[in-house]
């Protein structure tokens, strides 16, 4: 029979944790017990609890010191302290450090059982919660993207329209809001679902490259090109192409983009021959396109051209409503991925991430997220374990002893974050809580080389 | 007495064995759990189990000597004495039994009080100990307590409670029983 919920018993005398194990037990529960503390704490660490009833006086360990460390694992689980020496100090005491209760033994059988009933039906209400939650989320879901809110839906409703057209999308949208995943769910949604997605990072690579990489070349036409390649267009032929970070591109390769899109054809580098191209293109940016356009950077005709269904990503912080979805989200799939009893973020976990202003938008939530379930000693992350706060890197760089701008700050802080990275470009932007794309663009604008 | 599907009920109490009563809990148990089932006498509880103390004896300690002591080829035991029962951090239990394991102990102490701490008369002292009987051999074939008041499977607390209850299974437990039975009869 399914257990009702788990109990842990936490006394040094066995004929106690025998006795109201076996109690307990005829009411259902599944029971757990521990003789002292340290063998509590592990239980604490691999099992979600329902209640903890944990005898005040053990040697070693007491039964205060054990509530405070199983607070720091499990802060939600309520604790009841038993203890055969009923002085106001040690209750009092007890009730501070955030015991539920504390019986006084001998207890009324009745006593025990109201109070366990209460707190374990309590618990079933908190479960029965999060599986309405998990249901409401399936609700909210976009393919790999997940939002309640009023912005979101509307993003959502749009794409799933724009999805079900052929016509270029123009994904605007700070770095971390979604960008791929919204083109990846837009072709996912496509008639064009069963032919590739393939992206290309336009900013990643140099003019010649880039061209190469969209176009293919003919053997020989530059130095290295050993023999004949597709470009992406070729690749993406019957599926999408996803160009992010569009509003870096050289103008040469815009007039380029410019014409395959008006034409639907194009020549390999190098090559003669025209070759049809059937692509849906899908393109992002983080930048402001139209100041560009404004500017004399980006060529108004190709905007028009890639602006035919804009769609704009609000960032985290202008829909911090999603944060507990989200936390749910990504904790689901650490929880599969790492194979730990995951329950979710402590209350006040919860209270500083909905604080904090998320520059690094959704990325910057799951890597932070990411760090905790990993860090998490219990089923429960807590704040400790989410190190919100910006590692020491900076420490340096107090408004106090630095004349520096904050441009400045930001160059030395990715040096800093690069060196201790070993140069690993994938690694540090993870740290950094940006795309790799945003990465290099940074180390380009900032022109950090790896000697210096 | 062999087979594995036997039922044993011993008394274990300080005084005389009241052969004619049990002999009926006996039937009842039998007809029941549909296993046959015997009444014997034992010297008990054993002398351990008392709290000098509090004036109790422990059920756990009385479990764990039924169980060293148990008979080949019986399947529950069911341990029913005239002490008072307690575990340590409780001030009485009327029982207790293993879910699902082959002992439980029962006592007849606090079922012979009327609730102004009067004698019960045989008839409802008799009733109450079926009650109980069934209900902690009802655990060892691994039913819980069962959240209807009215069943013999639910929780008592109190002589109040004991008295609340029916003699009898509600529906639900019946059918988990008649499931329990059978499974372990084909296993």
Not at chain 1, 307 to 312: F, M
């Amino acid at each position: 029979m399914k257990a009702k919920g788990s109990i842990l018993v936490v006394d040094d005398e066995e004929i106690v944790r025998d006795s109201l194990a076996s109690w307990l037990e005829e009411d259902g529960y599944h029971v757990d017990t521990a003789p002292d503390g340290p063998a509590a704490l592990t239980k604490l660490a691999q099992h979600a609890y329902a209640v903890l009833l944990v005898d005040l006086k053990m040697p070693g360990m007491d039964g205060l010191e054990v509530l405070a460390q199983a607070r720091s694992l499990q802060p939600d689980v309520p604790v009841i302290i038993m203890t055969a020496y009923a002085t106001v100090d040690t209750a009092v005491q007890a009730m501070k450090q955030g015991a539920y209760d504390y019986l006084v033994k001998p207890f009324e059988p009745e006593e025990l059982s109201l109070m366990v009933g209460k707190l374990t039906n309590a618990q079933a209400l908190r479960r029965e919660n999060v599986l309405l939650r998990k249901a409401l989320k399936r609700q909210f879901e976009f393919k790999d993207l997940v939002s309640k809110s009023p912005k979101m839906e509307a993003v959502f409703d749009l794409a799933r329209t724009a999805a079900k057209s052929n016509s270029t999308v123009l994904i605007l949208g700070e770095s971390g809001t979604g960008k791929e995943l919204l083109a990846r769910a837009i072709h996912a949604e496509s008639p064009r679902q069963d032919g590739p997605f393939v992206g290309v990072s336009c900013a990643a690579l140099t003019e010649n490259l880039l061209e190469s990489e969209l176009f293919g070349h003919e053997k020989g036409a530059f130095t290295g090109a050993a023999s004949s390649a597709r470009g992406k267009f070729e690749i993406a032929a019957g599926g999408s192409l996803f160009l992010d970070e569009i509003g870096d591109i050289s103008p040469k390769l815009q007039l380029d983009l410019l014409r395959v899109l008006d034409a639907r054809e194009f020549r390999r580098v190098g090559g003669s021959q025209l070759i049809k191209t059937d692509v849906r293109i899908l393109a992002a940016t983080n930048r402001g396109l139209k100041k560009l356009v404004e500017s004399g950077a980006f060529r108004e005709d190709l905007y028009y051209r890639l602006n035919v269904i804009p769609v704009t990503l609000p960032p985290l912080r202008e829909r911090k409503e999603d944060i507990p979805l989200l936390v749910e989200h990504f904790l689901a799939q650490s929880r599969t991925e790492m194979q730990k009893p995951l329950e979710g973020v402590s209350a006040e976990a919860m209270e500083m991430l909905m604080a904090h202003d998320w520059p690094g938008n959704v990325r910057e939530l799951r890597n932070v997220l990411e760090r905790g379930a990993v860090m998490a000693r219990g089923p429960i992350i807590t704040p400790m374990e989410l190190e919100l706060a910006l590692p020491a890197l900076l420490a340096g760089a107090t408004p106090t002893d630095s004349p520096d701008s904050l441009r400045d700050v930001e160059r030395k802080h990715i040096v800093a974050m690069l060196k201790q990275q070993n140069w690993n470009i994938t690694r540090s932007a993870r740290a950094l809580g940006i795309d790799r794309v945003t990465l290099y663009n940074k180390i380009k604008r900032y022109q950090i080389r790896e000697d210096e | 007495m062999a087979g594995r599907g036997t039922i044993l009920l011993q008394w274990m109490g300080m005084a005389p064995m009241d052969g004619e009563m049990l002999e009926r809990v006996r039937q009842e148990v039998e007809t029941t759990f549909a296993l046959p089932t015997h009444l014997v006498a034992v010297n008990g509880p054993p002398a351990d189990s008392l709290e000098p103390r509090r004036g109790q004896h422990s059920s756990t300690k009385i479990l764990r000597w039924v169980l060293t002591r148990l008979p080949p080829g019986v399947a529950k035991v069911l341990g029913i004495t005239d002490v008072d029962l307690f575990i340590p951090v409780l001030t009485f239990v009327f029982g207790e039994a293993q879910v699902d394991g082959p002992a439980a102990v029962v006592s007849t102490a606090r079922l012979r009080l009327t609730y102004n701490e009067r004698p019960a008369p045989p008839t409802l002292l008799e009733v109450r100990l079926l009650k109980e009987c069934l209900h902690e051999l009802g655990h060892t074939f691994g039913l819980v307590h069962c959240p209807n008041g009215t069943c013999l499977m639910s929780r008592s607390n109190s002589i109040l409670e004991v008295d609340q209850k029916r003699a009898a299974f509600c529906r639900d437990c019946r059918q988990r029983l008649r499931k329990l039975l059978e499974e372990r009869n084909g296993s």
